[in-house]
């Protein structure tokens, strides 16, 4: 039986207690959300209070021990001993979730509870049995006896300090070094204050070791600073997606996400200074707008995002949002007009839907040609269009490979007949893929991804190559119509393309680029210096899909192309259609160029087109897009 002595010292604990609570203070102050890991911290600093807390009153009791009820001094110490086991277990399950790991998901896991929960269990019928400590009576006095099983504290501390520096050692790499380093000066803090206390048991040091470990993991692991955006005063990207990693899956999320564009247009004008004081001002409109069960983000430069458990509320905020960006924002004495394309997003809680995924997806239909400034657009994340994502993720990753190696990519051949019969050889490539996993790709899912990834020029290399391969062994073939993408005109191709040409020895004349009209309009001049260079030296141009609304007349009639090819929306029913294809027909062959029809699929069709006169078509009531093989059997039929 060991008896302990009542002169405790605890001028340190109650020090440590004063500046503990200063840094709960300030803890509680600063900008947080609610993650995992800030819910786990801030139930450390409530245990570690309430352990210094229970401590002291503790001493104080036993001191005074003849005159205070004997439970009190039971209920007090039991409590100490008891959080002094839960403190090491919380601070393991913190690290535990800041790596990555998952309780659910690893149930094995959940053995790190048992040292904890055993000795707690000691602990609950220790006023019974005095296994870890009594309150008895040595000559008359009432004395603080240590049981047999008192070291168990010790123990349980000792086995979750093993845990918390294999757990930094293991995934140290998932760790920033900060972070490795709190770690590891908590494993031996809390061990030295142990063993100070264990050789003087009249001072009191436990709650100055857990005070400097809790300081020390304050700084390393839980600082806000690397959370907050300078600018706005708003949660920046990194806060974003450790709040979603938080909420996805738990619950449905619902996301107002607002891109605004034009904030850089005050420091080409006004300097760094006022762009700053506009970004501050948009960051304080966004933070009046929300309300406390809100969270409001800067997730990049232009895109911010305010994050509701509530999308009906969200709606009303959408609203006041898109009105407050119909007006000018005033900063140093001008007027700037901001505008913003606005999303809803909400997710399915079954969708088991990453952070990044959910920030990817978003980002994309904002980005979406069709979304226009100050309109709302709503955005269900379900099952179905998670699923789109990860192929398109898939595809991406295909397609990257592909163009290194070729593999999987080849061209297509879509015949131009003439409705007046004449033999001519000509005919669309268009470009094929077909994964060695997934199998045949549509256009439609690899084409964007082509445009989004910025593999177009290493794409239309690869056609033009193929096309001249072709032509070099079939020269029976008089003519192929290859596309191009906007990317190639700011990158000057008319070097790479002609000596792509000239090395399979192919007559320029036998080559039409087709130009879409999105292209022509976005970039006018970048586009006809580069088609003035290439007809000098014989090649030719089409103007592709034309009707889809991007171009007009003056512009066609400023550039050069030989061919217009007029786009299938124009063959729809109705007479307003059929007169805006006569009429650009005729026009077009008054201006000396030659018309194609494109996407002709039935006889009604094409009697409307011969019956406009002599021009070029193309759809598959002629031919779909032939493999060379095929093509080469049809123009020889």
Not at 36 to 47: G, R, V
Not at 180 to 202: C, E
Not at 215 to 243: C, H, I, K, R, Y
Not at 624 to 629: D, N, Q
Request: charged letters at 20%.
């Amino acid at each position: 039986m060991q008896l302990s002595d009542f002169a405790y010292q605890f001028q340190f604990e109650l020090c440590s207690l004063i500046f503990l609570v200063c840094v709960t203070v300030h803890y509680a102050s600063a900008k947080r959300f609610p993650t995992t890991a800030n819910n786990f911290f801030s139930l450390i600093l409530i245990f570690a209070l309430l352990d210094m807390t229970v401590n002291i009153a503790g001493c104080v009791t036993l001191e005074f021990a003849d005159m205070v009820p004997v439970w009190v001094n039971y209920l007090l110490n039991g409590l100490f001993y008891g959080l002094q086991s839960i403190l090491p277990l919380l601070a393991c399950v913190y690290v535990i979730n800041d790596v990555g790991l998952n309780f659910m998901k690893t149930r094995s896991l959940f053995l790190i509870f048992l040292p904890a929960a055993l000795f707690l269990g000691i602990l609950l019928i220790n006023p019974f049995t005095g296994l870890v400590f009594s309150i008895g009576t040595d000559r008359g006095s009432r004395v603080f006896i240590y049981g047999p099983l008192h070291f168990l504290i010790y123990a349980s501390v000792a086995i979750y300090l093993i845990i918390l520096v294999t757990i930094a050692i293991i995934y140290r790499r998932k760790l920033t070094g900060k972070q490795v380093a709190a770690i590891l000066s908590f494993s031996i803090i809390i061990p030295i204050t142990t063993v100070i206390q264990m050789n003087y048991p009249s001072l009191v040091l436990t709650g100055t070791g857990i005070t400097i470990a809790i300081v020390l993991w304050d700084l390393a692991l839980q600082n806000p600073e690397t959370m907050l955006d300078d600018d706005t005063g708003a949660f920046n990207s990194n806060a974003l997606l450790f709040f979603l990693v938080g909420e996805l899956g738990r619950r449905q999320v619902h996301a107002t996400v607002v891109n605004v564009d034009g904030l850089s247009s005050l420091e080409r004008g006004s300097g760094t200074l006022a762009n700053r004081t506009l970004l501050r001002e948009v960051g304080a409109f966004f933070e009046g707008i929300q309300s406390k069960k809100n969270w409001f983000f800067r997730d990049s430069r232009n895109r911010f995002w305010i994050i509701s458990k509530s999308r009906a509320e969200l709606e009303g905020v959408s609203v006041k949002i898109a009105n407050r960006f119909k007006n000018t924002w005033d900063v140093a004495g001008i007027s700037v007009d901001l505008m913003a394309r606005i999303l809803v997003a909400s997710t399915n809680i079954h969708s088991n839907l990453s952070p990044p995924e959910f920030v990817s997806i978003v980002n994309d239909a904002l980005n979406a040609e069709n979304v226009f400034n100050n309109q709302i657009i709503r955005l269900d994340i379900d099952s179905s269009l998670l699923a789109k994502y990860r192929r398109q993720q898939i595809i991406d990753e295909s397609m990257r490979r592909s163009v290194k190696t070729n593999e999987g990519l080849y061209i297509c051949f879509q015949p131009i007949v003439s409705s007046a019969g004449e033999n001519v050889n000509a005919a669309e490539v268009l470009l094929r893929f077909n994964d060695p996993n997934l199998g045949p790709v549509s256009p439609a899912e690899f084409i964007p991804v082509i445009e989004k990834r910025g593999l177009a020029l290493f794409i239309d290399s690869f056609v033009v190559e193929e096309a001249c391969r072709f032509l070099e062994k079939h020269p029976e073939v008089h003519m192929l119509h290859v596309n191009l993408s906007a990317t190639e005109f700011f990158h000057n191709p008319v070097k790479r393309i002609s000596e792509i040409v000239k090395s399979h020895n192919v007559e320029p004349k036998k080559i039409c680029f087709e130009i879409t009209e999105s292209s022509a309009a976005r970039n006018p001049e970048f586009l006809s210096s580069f088609m003035n260079q290439m007809i000098e030296q014989g090649f030719s141009f089409a103007l592709d899909d034309y009707g889809t609304g991007y171009s007009n007349v003056i512009q066609v009639l400023s550039m050069p192309f030989r061919v217009v090819k007029l786009d299938k929306v124009l063959l729809s029913e109705g007479q307003k259609s059929r007169s805006f294809l006569e009429n650009s027909i005729r026009m077009f062959r008054d201006l000396d160029m030659t018309c194609v029809v494109e996407g002709i699929e039935t006889e009604e069709q094409l009697k409307v087109v011969t019956s406009l006169g002599s021009v070029w078509m193309q759809g598959y009531l002629f031919s779909p897009p032939l493999e060379e093989k095929a093509y080469l059997e049809f123009i020889n039929r």
